[in-house]
């Protein structure tokens, strides 16, 4: 193997993705190369179409009915094929074919830097967090989104208008508005504690500037629970030495479309907002 600045400076696939973008950040690095992909498959508008990405990546798309999991990609002489679960949704499967070409941009640093060689192409919790980040920004493109929701409150209509329009699930939609909003906005996911009594419900939260709003589930999210019917309330929170109001809209999930979630526990998706930004 010839001694090249390659072959001995990278340790990861991470920072093999990083070197190979010229980028410090690992985010930027797996959000450049989405953005190259989406350039080159001369895509504007959402929906983006998904078959466009894995064509343009030599990967196929099949069905993989023995999977327990979301999908996998395997590498059969040059080409890659990307198996999806099919008990899940449509929007669900796109996330899912989006994160596994994310995976492939890991896999071309691997090969430029050797990694299989030296058995580094392990892959980690990072690189597992980065190809969500990959997925949400084929699907719903930094620029894109931004202008899209451009001025609008993040709150139900809103979401549920993403999820269609950039035919994503409703759960991709809540994170995506999360992570890129410029006002304070957080969803959380309830769901059955397997740990706890069958009332009990956990929240898992996604936050930009909120701290944990609640521990125990708001009567108005048992109620959407049970009338599978969305439900809006009033909260109250402390923040920044005062008391702010809050507006927390709840919806319930459909497992098979969000994919996520066991399919026997029933999930609300809250998404909370000040009343007042
Ligand atoms: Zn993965």
Known sequence: MQKNSKTFAVSSRVSALKR???RKSP???IELFCSRLIKQTRQRVPPFDIDKYAHKMRARVVDDAASNVHGNLEKE???YVIGVN???GLQRKRFTVCHEISHIFFEEASVAFYLRAKRL???TVTEEKLCDRG???LLMPTETFVSFVKGR???LTLLKEISSVFDVSRTAAANRIVELATQPVAVVVWFKSESHAAVSLSPKQFSKTFPNLFTVAPPEVKACLSDKAPKSQEATWFGGGRERRLICESLPLISKTEGDYNPNVPVVLSL???ADP
């Open 77 to 79: 002489r040059g080409y």
């Open 27 to 29: 985010r930027a690095a």
């Open 86 to 88: 099919p008990r899940f």
């Open 153 to 155: 409150i993040p709150d």
């Open 20 to 22: 190979l973008a010229r």
């Open 272 to 274: 909370v907002r000040l």
């Open 121 to 123: 192409d392990r892959q």
């Open 135 to 137: 997925a949400a920004e």
